[in-house]
T-cell receptor
Framework: GAVVSQHPSWVICKSGTSVKIECRSL??????MFWYRQFPKQSLMLMAT?????????EQGVEKDKFLINHASLTLSTLTVTSAHPEDSSFYIC??????????????FGPGTRLTVT | DAKTTQPTSMDCAEGRAANLPCNHS???????VYWYRQIHSQGPQYIIH???NNETNEMASLIITEDRKSSTLILPHATLRDTAVYYC????????????FGGGTRLMVKP
């Protein structure tokens, strides 16, 4: 199946700093990517939809100025957590649909990025 | 997408079959049943999907009731590496949109 990578796999940063997480589709192009957040012992919650060439769409309750999303190319989306605080510590996961001949696609997930803010 | 209901947790002995149930009583005619699993600290992994017929692949079997209101994921010979959270998701096939995750079932395979 298709492969989605994330970098870094884990990061520790100090409170108040910014952290950038990359999501890449390695063998297919993705005009749309999704960013999820997962707190311990909870399910994945969609944060935002990243759209190549246009602004991201954020779910209710997710601050767009805090979680900056840039879909720089058809294979790369980045999530920047600005002025991170300990409550932002979480597991961040991206996914991308692989578009088939009919213009639709199945979802492939990255391995996740563990963010710890101290 | 239709809502699903799964038990919070289940235990299974290593080498035995693990049967994970899922209720999806409001499923629509064009919605498929998908199963993903998430091993600790990893991204979700696709397992199998089906519409109305039973399906089998190298990972698991999917049994869907005739009325399509429920299904069961079967891991025929569970191993310790199958310990994970298993998510049952109902959606239109190849929709390309995001997946909505419920609570899933935490399967613990024990020696």
């Amino acid at each position: 199946g298709a492969v989605v990578s994330q970098h870094p796999s884990w990061v520790i940063c100090k409170s108040g700093t910014s952290v950038k997480i990359e999501c890449r589709s390695l063998d297919f192009q993705a005009t749309t990517m999704f960013w999820y957040r997962q707190f311990p012992k909870q399910s994945l919650m969609l944060m935002a939809t990243s759209n190549e060439g246009s602004k991201a769409t954020y779910e209710q309750g997710v601050e767009k100025d805090k979680f900056l999303i840039n879909h720089a190319s058809l294979t790369l989306s980045t999530l920047t957590v600005t002025s991170a605080h300990p409550e932002d510590s979480s597991f961040y996961i991206c996914s991308a649909p692989q578009i088939g001949d009919r213009g639709l696609g199945e979802q492939y997930f990255g391995p996740g990025t563990r963010l710890t803010v101290t | 997408d239709a809502k699903t209901t799964q038990p919070t947790s289940m235990d299974c002995a290593e080498g035995r079959a693990a049967n994970l149930p899922c209720n999806h009583s409001t499923i629509s005619g064009n919605e498929y049943v998908y199963w993903y699993r998430q091993i600790h600290s990893q991204g979700p992994q696709y397992i199998i999907h089906g519409l109305k017929n039973n399906e089998t692949n190298e990972m698991a079997s999917l049994i869907i009731t005739e009325d399509r209101k429920s299904s069961t994921l079967i891991l025929p010979h569970a191993t310790l590496r199958d310990t994970a959270v298993y998510y049952c998701i109902v959606r239109v096939k190849n929709a390309g949109n995001m997946l909505t995750f419920g609570g899933g079932t935490r399967l613990m395979v024990k020696p």
